[in-house]
């Protein structure tokens, strides 16, 4: 894989593992990935349900800390960090959007921005206007006044946004961030966070199962069974029109509960690591039924993988130029 050496690397995992529980209970979703974030990308991640997507985002996000491996965001190490270092890592360098926008009810779209404002350590002279100003840069500043109630699926996903983007953190993480939304309001999404990533002092990775989002990637990375299976750049001159051509196996894509049901939606934190840490901790560990688990990766029944040639690219379909397992 080729980087443009004016891109930085803001978040690097090497040999990340994670195991949850013991004995016969024992389960190893990540088994040993290596990682790297440049700025002014959009990364997006993508696997059969169970594969370890969302325990990957919460490790890379700090919600989690790992088995064994090594973590660097924003130039700050997590190695030996204790919890109150990595929320405090968390909450300076990581905005995080949700499949299902965590937005508090009972606090005005501005009033939620301001809120990551509150965690994070780097003083704000003036959160109000710096609040504001996050909400223009997602088109929503004629809403701030608004309660989520008020607001559209679309509305308040760019409300969460505007959030996870507040005080400039260097790494934004979504899980999801178009499952729950129709296909005019996930494109709006997507383009917002592919110019979110345009930042050359930020990189976003976003997990999804949506085909749709396929388009806006600068880079693609497939996890399966807790391993990188490949990770490349598709070459969006390819088609000529921009659209990247999607094929994708069904283990990708759907995973057995994507689509909009919530079902694998994580319990997540309010965004910033702030009143919703405890719950943060749950994000990964929101646990799909095992019946989930048992169905990775189904028998291809769109004709994608059965007939594509090896050499091509399970997500997009293209002849795969270079992939590397770890990055
Ligand atoms: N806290 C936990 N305790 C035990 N097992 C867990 C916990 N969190 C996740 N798991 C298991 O780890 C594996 C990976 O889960 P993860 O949520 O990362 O998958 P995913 O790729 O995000 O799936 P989906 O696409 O369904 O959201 C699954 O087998 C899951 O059941
Ligand atoms: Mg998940």
């Given at each position: 894989m080729t980087v443009n050496p004016a891109r930085k690397v803001l978040l690097e995992a090497s040999g990340i593992t994670k195991v949850f529980g013991?004995?016969?209970?024992?389960?190893?979703?990540?088994?040993?990935?290596?990682?790297?974030?440049?700025s002014g990308e959009?990364?997006?991640?993508?696997?059969?349900?169970?594969?370890?997507?969302?325990?990957?985002?919460?490790?890379?996000?700090?919600?989690l800390s790992p088995t064994d491996g090594e973590l660097t965001v924003a130039g700050q190490s997590t190695l030996g960090a204790d919890a109150e270092r990595l929320a405090d890592i968390r909450r300076n360098h990581v905005g995080f959007v949700f499949q299902s926008y965590n937005l508090f009810p009972t606090m005005t779209a501005r009033e939620n921005v301001m809120l990551a404002l509150d965690v994070r350590s780097k003083?704000?002279?003036?959160?109000?206007?710096?609040?504001?100003?996050?909400?223009?840069?997602?088109?929503?500043?004629?809403?701030?006044?608004?309660?989520?109630?008020?607001?559209?699926?679309g509305e308040k996903q760019r409300v969460a946004i505007a959030r996870a983007l507040a005080g400039s953190p260097a790494v934004i993480l979504a899980d999801e961030p178009t499952a729950a939304l129709d296909a005019e309001n996930g494109r709006t999404v997507m383009a917002l966070l592919s110019e979110v990533a345009k930042d050359t002092s930020r990189a976003v990775l976003a997990v999804t199962h949506d085909?749709?989002?396929?388009?806006?990637?600068?880079?693609?990375?497939?996890?399966?069974?807790?391993?990188?299976?490949?990770?490349?750049?598709?070459?969006?001159?390819?088609?000529?029109?921009?659209?990247?051509?999607?094929?994708?196996?069904?283990?990708?894509?759907?995973?057995?509960?994507?689509?909009?049901?919530?079902?694998?939606?994580s319990k997540a934190s309010n965004g910033n690591g702030s009143a919703g840490s405890a719950s943060a901790a749950n994000n990964a560990a929101a646990a799909k039924p095992a019946a989930n688990n048992?169905?990775?990766?189904?028998?291809?029944?769109?004709?994608?993988?059965?007939?594509?040639?090896n050499n091509r690219n399970r997500a997009t379909g293209r002849r795969r130029k270079k992939v590397k397992h770890h990055v």
């Open positions: 013991t004995g016969a209970g024992q389960v190893m979703p990540l088994k040993g990935v290596d990682l790297k974030l440049y959009l990364t997006l991640l993508m696997g059969p349900s169970g594969s370890g997507k969302t325990t990957l985002l919460s490790i890379l996000g700090c919600i003083a704000v002279p003036d959160p109000n206007a710096d609040a504001l100003r996050a909400l223009e840069a997602v088109g929503l500043s004629h809403r701030a006044h608004a309660y989520p109630a008020k607001l559209s699926g085909h749709r989002t396929l388009p806006y990637a600068d880079r693609i990375i497939l996890i399966d069974d807790g391993r990188i299976e490949s990770d490349e750049r598709p070459d969006k001159s390819d088609n000529g029109g921009g659209t990247t051509q999607v094929h994708i196996s069904a283990g990708h894509l759907n995973g057995g509960n994507s689509g909009g049901n919530g079902t694998s939606e048992a169905q990775a990766k189904p028998a291809s029944t769109n004709g994608n993988t059965t007939t594509k040639p």
